[in-house]
């Protein structure tokens, strides 16, 4: 069992983050410091919603100190004259990669100096902090098929081991479900899976179809906890050969197939629609299209359920994340993925918004990061191991910011009266079905 430390934004029973190691490698810098560079680390601050976090430049001076001075929670530390300018000439994308290069440095807690960040530009704004020198807004790539797979090989084939060092036992890299605050992630994970089954009322004999499937952990849960039977698709290589692996030892493959193939290609009749954490990949474009994915394989009388990472309102993509880290990426709002349910009608029957729970998974991936940090750089370099931890640790203030959310919902065909009456089931408090 982990053991929880007091949160550094004093939330009860939420850990905190370690702070962000300094940049390794660096050479001396001698670029003398001008008044210009002082008032452009000011204006980065300001088009930043003057968070409560000092900016400091290379001379060891600060350029900008907030106005109440005693409630500075960390600070921005600029090494040279190019970090600063890109950082402001593309703020998301400009800074990401100097952090990532060693260039800016953050003091103090991570997560607490980018929850402050976060709150201050959400505060001025949903575009603050968003738009380059020429006034442009980010925009995500578009996922076509072939984009798409290039996409997700980007980000899901850096390697199994790699994921394995943090993301623990179960393998799943989507939002953990903290029913109890002394759980850890891996019973977590479990019941998340649980939680996402006993929505869609999973049965023995079923016929599931996962749009999406990781490295197969919720499939084989499915299969293993609910007898049903399951065919999950996923264009990752890596993680399908992993998936097929699992199923075979764990003697579930007779029960769950793994398809390596895109969610377009979805074909047959299922009890049963699940997605969990595809969503951020599929793109606004596609929506209707998996809208209608979903209709031809959904039977009449089956329950569907997308879990995604989303926002309360439209807003453009983090620029940074969208081209370093996650290629095709959108987090929707809720109008957005209406787009998936009104061309077909489909009744909405729960929306459940998970997103400090999501913190909490994002914060103990930070943790276990860390304590593999030696393995990963290995793996990899330095500047990969700053670009992650600056993702996890984004994400994780970013959801206690509120600037992100975490959005499950659960639906149906329109002329289904046989849908529960109440959530009973949902935590383990089956009703009697009521049929009209």
């Given at each position: 069992m982990k053991q929880h430390r007091a949160h550094p934004l004093g939330i009860p029973g939420m850990p905190g983050s370690r702070t962000a190691p300094a940049a390794r490698g660096k050479t001396e810098r001698v670029q003398r410091v001008t008044g210009l560079d002082r008032q452009l680390g000011a204006r980065f601050a300001s088009a930043g919603g003057s968070p409560p976090v000092a900016i400091r430049l290379w001379d060891g001076v600060d350029a900008y100190t907030p106005a109440d001075g005693a409630n500075i929670v960390g600070r921005l530390v600029f090494h040279d004259r190019g970090a600063l300018i890109s950082s402001l000439a593309s703020p998301e994308l400009g800074f990401g990669d100097a952090y990532s290069a060693g260039r800016i440095d953050i003091e103090g807690d991570l997560v607490q100096v980018l929850y402050a960040a976060f709150r201050s530009m959400?505060?001025?704004?949903?575009?603050?902090?968003?738009r380059s020198l020429l006034g442009r807004l980010p925009k995500p790539q578009v996922n076509t098929r072939d984009r798409s797979k290039k996409h997700i090989h980007h980000h899901y084939d850096l390697g199994n081991e790699f994921y394995r060092l943090w993301l623990g036992e179960t393998m799943v890299y989507t939002c953990a479900y903290y029913s109890n605050r002394e759980a850890s992630l891996e019973e977590a994970q479990i019941e998340k899976m649980h939680h996402v089954c006993r929505k869609v009322r999973l049965k023995p004999g079923m016929q599931?179809?996962?749009?999406?499937?990781?490295?197969?952990?919720?499939?084989?849960?499915?299969?293993?906890?609910y007898g049903v039977y399951v065919k999950a698709f996923n264009i990752s290589q890596q993680q399908v050969a992993y998936a097929r692996e699992q199923a075979k030892a764990r003697g579930l493959a007779d029960r769950v197939e793994f398809v390596e193939d895109d969610y377009r290609n979805v074909s047959g009749k299922y009890d049963a629609f699940v997605s969990v954490g595809m969503l951020e990949h599929v793109g606004k474009d596609n929506y209707k299209t998996l809208g209608d994915v979903i209709y031809r394989s959904l039977k009449r009388g089956g329950l569907g359920i997308i879990h995604s990472v989303g926002r309360s309102t439209t807003a453009p993509p983090n620029a940074w994340l969208e081209q370093r880290i996650f290629p095709g990426s959108y987090p929707p709002s809720l109008r957005d993925m209406?787009?998936?349910?009104?061309?077909?009608?489909?009744?909405?029957?729960?929306?459940?918004n998970l997103r400090l729970h999501y913190a909490e998974t994002l914060m103990e991936w930070l943790r276990r990061f860390d304590d593999h940090v030696v393995s990963i750089t290995r793996m990899s370099d330095e500047s990969f191991v700053r670009a992650w931890r600056l993702y996890l640790g984004g994400c994780a203030a970013a959801f206690l910011a509120s600037t992100i959310q975490l959005f499950q919902v659960v639906f149906a065909h329109p002329d289904d009266n046989r849908i529960p009456m109440t959530r009973g089931h949902v935590y383990g408090k089956e009703s009697s079905d009521w049929n009209l």
């Open positions: 959400a505060e001025d704004g949903p575009t603050t902090g968003k599931v179809v996962e749009a999406g499937c990781g490295w197969g952990s919720l499939a084989m849960h499915m299969a293993q906890h209406m787009d998936i349910f009104e061309s077909h009608d489909f009744s909405i029957l729960d929306i459940e």
